[in-house]
């Protein structure tokens, strides 16, 4: 049995180097600015998503 061959990823975001994931991260901050207006169980939610994308993020720098 032969490995699926990965396909190309994602396709580049126009801007400058990095501009995806800078939007990535600055929308998981703004997300964080309005937690206290939410429900516990939406807020457990948005710490959640930001704790994910700041761990991708670290992690693709981590590796260049």
């Not at 939610?45 to 992690?59: C, F, I, K, N």
């Amino acid at each position: 049995m032969t490995s699926p061959v990965p396909g190309p990823g994602p396709a580049p975001v126009p801007g400058p180097p990095g501009a995806g994931v800078l939007g990535r991260v600055e929308a998981a901050v703004a997300a964080l600015g309005e937690v206290a207006s939410l429900p516990l169980r939406q807020q457990v939610s948005v710490y959640a998503d930001a704790h994910r994308t700041l761990q991708e993020t670290l992690g693709t720098i981590e590796e260049r």
